[in-house]
C-alpha cells in the first residue's frame, strides 16, 4: 500500500512558474516509477512526465524544455517545476505511483492538485 500526497497547486499568470510536490510513504520500497498527470476539465488525464526507479525521465512533447520531474529519495518526494505556463485555465494534477516495470497502468494515485493559469 503506497499513499501519495500532492501539493504545490494554485494560482499562477501565464508565463510564470509553479513547483509542485508529490509525498509518498507506506511500502514505497518496490516503486518502479512515479508519473505525473493532468486533467483538464471535460478531458481524459494526460502523461506529463515520469520517473523511475533509475533516474530515467520521460516527458510529453507538449512540455518538453518547460517541465522539470525530479525526486528526492531521501525526502520521498517527486516534484514538478514548470514554467513558462501558457494560459490554458484549470488543470488538475495528479501523482501516481508504478509498480511493475513491464505494464503501464499506475497502481497508486494521489487526491490532485488544482492548478489554474490565468491573468
Known amino acids: 500500500q503506497v499513499q501519495l500526497v500532492e501539493s504545490g497547486g494554485g494560482l499562477v499568470q501565464p508565463g510564470g512558474s509553479l513547483r509542485l510536490s508529490c509525498t509518498a510513504s507506506?511500502?514505497?520500497?518496490?516503486?518502479?516509477?512515479m508519473v505525473w498527470y493532468r486533467q483538464p476539465p471535460g478531458k481524459h488525464r494526460e502523461l506529463v512526465a515520469t520517473?523511475?526507479?533509475?533516474?530515467?525521465?520521460n516527458y510529453a512533447d507538449s512540455v518538453k524544455g518547460r517541465i522539470t520531474i525530479s525526486r528526492n529519495n531521501i525526502k520521498r518526494t517527486v516534484a514538478l517545476q514548470m514554467n513558462s505556463l501558457k494560459p490554458e485555465g484549470t488543470d488538475v494534477y495528479y501523482c501516481?505511483?508504478?509498480?511493475?516495470?513491464?505494464?503501464?497502468?499506475?497502481?497508486?494515485w494521489g487526491q490532485g492538485t488544482q492548478v489554474t493559469v490565468s491573468s
Open positions: 501516481g505511483a508504478r509498480v511493475s516495470q513491464v505494464e503501464t497502468a499506475v497502481n497508486y
Open positions: 507506506g511500502s514505497i520500497f518496490n516503486i518502479y516509477g
Open positions: 520517473v523511475t526507479s533509475g533516474g530515467d525521465t
